[in-house]
């Protein structure tokens, strides 16, 4: 139930290296510095430069290079920067590499330009080896690769041996992969997905195991033991997009991103098995514009396969847009007035939910519900929250608690009788419900079940446990399935693919899809756990 991260969108965050062993986390952030325009050229071209071949840092220093622009277009320049980086460590008599490469968009401005790129720190001695491509086009496609830029992080001060003799390189054509009619749509996919992996695969549990580890004489062991057990994983993984990408749907909806401009830049897979699972991936065109393929397989057979692009998202809005009933609402809403504030598009299994939200001058929202099934709408709803009715309701609700306080207090004073005094007996307060130890005690329940071999109610009492906490933990605070919990996670935007891989594979064993085993059990309470206890 591991799941596989690759090509993650760049984001601002530091480089470090415990004492316990080497671990990275590799921020990527740009800082503009304007430099003096440069005099235009006839023939427009970019070129991309640094001072240095090999930069020396103090452990502990922001490794900050200077990139030099040149822009002679005499416009600013849109397209999509990559950095690839590779860090060789050699720490306890083992040798470690890492790599990993990451794009974002960005823009070139007209002239000469100085940009700083910041690799972070660390913590311990190490090097980067660093390449640059930026991807753009201009009349035809254009690529400038600047390559074999070297960090060092050392120790001592005359360690450094920073000397000028820079590297530059301009622009060239740039012929994009392109898959020609003779080959295997899957050996090309496969090809480009294995290479991402390649670049960005990171040992994450080996990592953690060596820097808890002191490096005695026996290391050499655990670190093989270790590597089989990542080896075992990569392997189910690898199996698991084997099988993904030769589905051919798979390969026509991909395809067909790739004709339209989209380059395949990130992806997740999440297998159960070699044959079960999860998948994700995304895409991205020079625009800036994002694309996605997801689904789930299942035995080998690819399920509720979903393709979201710019284009969908567009041509969906017109369709409701021209739906008469969605329509009148508008106008009903309109006259009312209120205004649209933001339209949300979500996915289930067998169709397409729209909701276009309006909200008024008095905080009085409403929603234009609708659903696109086989790419037609239907079930086209007004909902509507109106505030002023919810307030005479409190309102009355208030004012008929306190009448009846009044007439209380005088049919007491009138009527009532002077007792001796007796024992106050204090009413105990009902106690809140407690749904996470609720749910523990669930996950406790279902590890019996299992020892007795219970399998199908062991799986299913997990999964029974899992979903009460998420349920009152959202203040949903009501029975509710699988799906419609993982639906309103992803629909706030919160975390939800560690519980939908507990869920699936419960589902999978309770439906008899699925053999049980002690392994895949232990990880889905492990996981169960970390959610429930998590925010404790």
């Not at 060596?210 to 026996?218: A, F, H, I």
């Not at 991205?284 to 299942?298: D, F, H, P, R, V």
């Not at 021209?322 to 598009?345: A, H, P, R, V, W």
């Not at 899809?513 to 756990?529: G, H, L, Q, T």
Request: hydrophobic fraction near 30%; glycine fraction near 6%; include cysteine.
């Amino acid at each position: 139930m591991n799941s596989s991260r690759i090509f993650t969108e760049p984001k601002i965050e530091t480089l470090k290296m415990g004492n316990k062993g080497p671990y990275l986390i590799l921020g990527f952030f740009l800082l503009m510095i304007p430099v003096a325009n440069a005099g235009l050229f006839n023939s427009g071209d970019i070129t991309l430069s640094v001072d240095q071949k090999d930069y020396y840092f103090m452990v502990g220093e922001d490794a900050i290079i200077p990139l030099h622009i040149e822009n002679t277009y005499g416009k600013e320049i849109n397209g999509v920067l990559t950095y690839t980086y590779t860090q060789e460590i050699n720490r306890g008599g083992m040798h470690m590499s890492y790599s990993n490469s990451q794009s974002t968009t960005f823009s070139v401005k007209k002239g000469k330009t100085t940009q700083n790129l910041n690799f972070g720190t660390s913590d311990n001695p190490a090097t980067l080896e660093v390449d640059l491509k930026f991807v753009y086009t201009e009349k035809e496609p254009r690529v400038v690769n600047l390559e074999g830029i070297r960090i060092h992080f050392v120790t001592d001060e005359s360690q450094k041996k920073n000397q000028p003799g820079g590297k530059s390189a301009s622009s060239e054509r740039y012929s994009p992969p392109q898959q020609s009619s003779q080959q295997n749509p899957f050996s090309q996919m496969q090809k480009q997905i294995d290479e991402m992996m390649r670049r960005s695969q990171q040992p994450q549990n080996p990592r953690e195991a060596l820097q808890n580890n002191q490096m005695t004489q026996d290391s050499s062991a655990l670190k093989r033991e270790i590597e089989n057990q990542i080896k075992k994983q990569q392997e189910m993984k690898r199996e698991f997009r084997e099988k993904l990408f030769q589905n051919p749907e798979l390969q026509k909806e991909h395809q067909e991103l790739l004709n339209q401009g989209y380059n395949l830049t990130d992806a997740d897979f999440n297998p159960i098995s070699n044959d079960t699972g999860s998948f994700e991936l995304r895409y991205q065109n020079l625009k800036g514009e994002k694309a996605s393929i997801s689904g789930e397989m299942n035995n080998g057979k690819i399920e509720n396969l979903k393709k979201d692009t710019p284009e969908m998202r567009r041509e969906l809005l017109n369709k409701l847009q021209q739906n008469k009933k969605f329509k009148e609402y508008q106008k009903q809403l309109q006259k009312g007035g209120y205004s649209q504030q933001d339209i949300e598009i979500s996915y289930e299994k067998e169709k397409t939910i729209i909701k276009v939200n309006y909200a008024n001058r008095e905080n009085e929202t409403a929603t234009i519900k609708a659903e696109v099934v086989n790419n037609t709408i239907k079930n086209v709803e007004l909902q509507m929250v109106e505030k002023e009715k919810q307030d005479y309701w409190w309102i009355l609700l208030v004012l008929l608690v306190l009448l009846l306080a009044a007439l209380g207090y005088f049919a007491y004073k009138r009527f009532g009788k002077k007792s001796k005094p007796k024992l106050e007996v204090k009413k105990k307060s009902e106690k809140p419900f407690d749904y996470r130890s609720e749910s523990i005690r669930l996950i406790e329940k279902s590890k019996r079940l299992f020892e007795q071999k219970r399998y199908k109610d062991a799986y299913g009492t997990a999964a029974q446990g899992l979903r009460l906490f998420l349920s009152y933990e959202n203040r949903l605070n009501k029975e509710i399935t699988n799906d419609e919990i993982i639906n309103f996670l992803r629909e706030h935007k919160k975390e939800y693919k560690e519980a939908k891989e507990c869920f699936d594979l419960c589902s999978l064993v309770e439906f008899a899809k699925y053999k049980a085993n002690k392994e895949d059990f232990d990880r889905i309470i492990e996981k169960a756990k970390k959610i429930i206890e998590g925010d404790k």
